[in-house]
């Protein structure tokens, strides 16, 4: 009789821990299964992960820089008067940013070229002496595809003198003289301009293709003193060749605080005690 209790009672024991076992292993199975299933997802996600950066790599690419070379410098390295209009240099093909830009510097270049006008200001005045730059914008590609429709996005004014050797400023709404990084806070409203470029070639294109841009804006001495017509550069825009996509960069902002830099480098000064 005891020894039928004993085989029930292992009986049901025998059971219990079967029906223990199988929950544990449904839940297992679950867990596993959940698992699968997330790293399914994550395969899923590195697979898109993986696409994305090589449709960013063969994308176009712009990238944009200010240089500002001396008046002098770029006299020897533009050159409107000869049979193509343009020279050559290391940061690539230069072109003006509008038929009125170039027209005045014109006017001015044969002067540079000759060592005139090349500084502004006074060695024994507060202010110093200053010399004269050309405001250039450098836009690269440097991604695969090439870059088509490249728009630059301005704001213009014009000189209010008609002659291209006339300084001008233009001045907040407190009358303060503004420095050209700081032009579109300017008091007086600013025309808005689109400077088409032609096509930015990309890596994939015979080297000899893959030439940058260099755009001329403006014509300045120090930070506040303007030349002619002014071009600042507010946005980029273009579309990838391949994939069709539009994108639009931000220009001034980026670089506002590099380009004030370079322009008050230029603001050379006075020679105080030696004016005396």
């Not at 994305?52 to 994308?59: N, P, R």
């Not at 820089?65 to 050159?79: D, E, G, N, Q, V």
């Not at 006017?107 to 540079?112: F, L």
């Not at 002496?129 to 014009?158: E, F, P, Y």
Request: with cysteine.
């Amino acid at each position: 009789m005891k020894l039928d209790d004993t085989t029930k009672i292992v009986s049901i024991v025998s059971a219990a821990v079967g029906v223990m076992i199988a929950i544990a292993g449904y839940f297992m199975n679950a867990k596993l299964q959940a698992v699968q299933e997330s790293l399914s997802k994550l395969s899923v996600s590195d697979k898109q992960m993986d696409v994305a950066k090589k449709e960013y790599d063969l994308s176009a690419r712009l990238t944009t820089s200010f240089s500002l070379p001396l008046a002098r410098s770029f006299a020897l390295l533009y050159a409107p008067d000869e049979t193509e209009g343009q020279a050559e240099r290391p940061e690539g093909h230069i072109s003006m940013a509008s038929s009125a830009l170039a027209d005045e510097f014109a006017q001015v270049i044969a002067g540079w070229r000759a060592r005139k006008g090349l500084m502004t200001g006074g060695a024994c005045q507060a202010e110093g002496l200053k010399a004269r730059q050309v405001v250039t914008l450098v836009i690269k590609n440097i991604g695969h595809s090439d870059a088509v429709d490249v728009i630059i996005h301005a704001k213009q004014r014009k000189s209010p003198s008609a002659d291209p050797h006339a300084p001008w400023k233009a001045v907040s709404a407190s009358g303060a003289a503004l420095g050209y990084y700081d032009l579109l806070s300017a008091k007086d409203k600013w025309e808005d301009v689109d400077v088409p470029l032609a096509v930015l070639h990309g890596l994939d294109a015979p080297a000899a293709n893959q030439t940058a841009e260099q755009v001329v804006l403006a014509s300045v001495s120090g930070t506040t003193s303007l030349y002619g017509t002014i071009l600042v550069p507010v946005a980029i825009s273009w579309t990838d060749n391949i994939s069709k996509r539009a994108q639009t960069e931000t220009v001034l902002s980026a670089h506002a605080a590099e380009l004030r830099a370079d322009l008050l480098g230029a603001e050379i000064g006075s020679v105080g005690s030696a004016c005396r």
